[in-house]
């Protein structure tokens, strides 16, 4: 199975910025569309990002779309999600997620996942 760990989360003011890494196991990561999330307390969970095996085709959520970059680098089995101008609404816990194949925006459609990192912004 695929193991994910994600990092790079934490406090920052309003309008800073954060990069996420998610750091895969295996060798099959290249051949995974990644997949980011959040859910924020008494949220149900959310579509952030996502970015397919090749790297060239990504999507956002209209919420972060300008503000958020999804990038991978398949030879270090790492994605990321740089996050700018972030606000008091991005706060968090952001996942980590993998499919085998297929652009899919549903927390369902991921079956792998990692533990998460808390984002809080503070104002």
């Known amino acids: 199975q695929v193991q994910l760990v994600e990092s790079g989360g934490g406090l920052v003011q309003a309008g800073g910025s954060l990069r996420l890494s998610c750091a895969a196991s295996?060798?099959?990561?290249?051949?995974?569309?990644m997949g980011w999330f959040r859910q924020a307390p008494g949220k149900e969970r959310e579509f952030v990002a996502t970015?397919?095996?090749?790297?060239?085709?990504?999507y956002y959520a209209d919420s972060v779309n300008g503000r958020f970059t999804v990038s991978r680098d398949n030879a270090n089995k790492t994605v990321y999600q740089k996050m700018n101008s972030l606000k008091p609404e991005d706060r968090a816990v952001y996942y980590c997620a993998a499919r085998n194949f297929g652009i899919v925006l549903t927390p369902q459609g991921y079956p792998y996942w990692g533990q998460g990192t808390q984002v809080t912004v503070s104002s």
């Open positions: 295996g060798r099959t990561f290249s051949n995974h569309v």
């Open positions: 970015i397919d095996w090749s790297g060239a085709n990504t």
